[in-house]
């Protein structure tokens, strides 16, 4: 189905305003090193695998406007392509992709493993108008059981979320070639944009 020129702009809006890849949450820096540490050790908390048919959890961030947005926000607009340790070549692909994805009403979101600094340089320089969360202490990472057990990074992985805060799909390992509407239409059970809709009858 595709929007309306209207519902896209909406859309576009919202993904280039809630984030621009500043991480502003309070938090308490260690006075020595100046790290902000998360409000429980990821380490402490132990998380099932997110799965398709799961509800999603609704992981915050802190955007611009210093208020703190949740997963459900985005998902009032559209539905959610959720994308987490990407390459500057993936980056890259989803800003691409961005007004086909809004053709059928997903919005991307990218989750870094890195600091807010990092990640709001990495925003600038590639151009990236959707919304970029840093997760420097791995919390929302942890909340998808996506850290390595071995380094405790955070694996390429992504999921498709509908409005409703299901997840829809979900996959592990990614490339610059990845196909990001096509995936994401494919999981919603949506018509990919580039595919002609059939004739209605009369």
Same mark, same amino acid.
């Given at each position: 189905m595709?929007?309306?020129g209207?519902?896209i702009?909406?859309?576009?809006?919202f993904?280039?305003?809630?984030?621009d890849g500043t991480?502003?949450t309070?938090?308490?820096?260690?006075?020595?090193?100046?790290?902000s540490h998360? %409000?429980?050790? $990821?380490s402490?908390?132990?998380y @099932?695998?997110?799965?398709v048919?799961?509800?999603?959890?609704d992981? !915050? #961030?802190?955007?611009?406007?210093?208020?703190t947005?949740q997963l459900h926000?985005?998902?009032?607009?559209?539905?959610?392509?959720?994308?987490?340790?990407?390459?500057d070549?993936?980056?890259a692909?989803?800003?691409s992709?961005?007004d086909e994805?809004?053709?059928?009403a997903?919005?991307?979101?990218v989750?870094l493993?890195a600091r807010?600094r990092?990640t709001?340089?990495r925003?600038r320089?590639?151009g990236?108008?959707?919304?970029?969360?840093?997760? %420097?202490?791995? $919390?929302?990472g942890?909340?998808f @059981?996506?850290?390595?057990p071995?380094?405790?990074r955070?694996?390429p !992985? #992504?999921?498709?979320?509908d409005?409703?805060?299901l997840?829809?799909?979900?996959?592990v390992g990614?490339?610059?070639?990845?196909?990001w509407?096509?995936?994401?239409?494919s999981?919603l059970?949506?018509?990919?944009?580039d595919?002609?809709?059939p004739?209605k009858s009369?």
């Amino acid at each position: 189905m595709k929007l309306p020129g209207t519902a896209i702009a909406a859309l576009l809006v919202f993904s280039t305003t809630v984030g621009d890849g500043t991480d502003r949450t309070p938090s308490s820096p260690d006075a020595n090193t100046q790290v902000s540490h998360p %409000p429980a050790s $990821v380490s402490e908390i132990s998380y @099932s695998p997110v799965q398709v048919g799961d509800r999603s959890p609704d992981f !915050s #961030w802190v955007g611009p406007d210093n208020l703190t947005h949740q997963l459900h926000d985005a998902l009032l607009q559209a539905n959610v392509l959720l994308v987490f340790a990407p390459g500057d070549d993936v980056l890259a692909k989803l800003e691409s992709e961005r007004d086909e994805l809004a053709q059928i009403a997903v919005v991307p979101i990218v989750v870094l493993d890195a600091r807010g600094r990092a990640t709001a340089n990495r925003v600038r320089r590639l151009g990236l108008h959707y919304v970029v969360v840093p997760d %420097p202490s791995r $919390v929302i990472g942890a909340q998808f @059981s996506l850290l390595d057990p071995a380094s405790g990074r955070l694996q390429p !992985s #992504w999921y498709a979320i509908d409005r409703h805060g299901l997840v829809r799909g979900e996959g592990v390992g990614f490339d610059a070639t990845t196909a990001w509407t096509r995936i994401a239409a494919s999981a919603l059970a949506i018509p990919s944009p580039d595919v002609p809709l059939p004739a209605k009858s009369r």
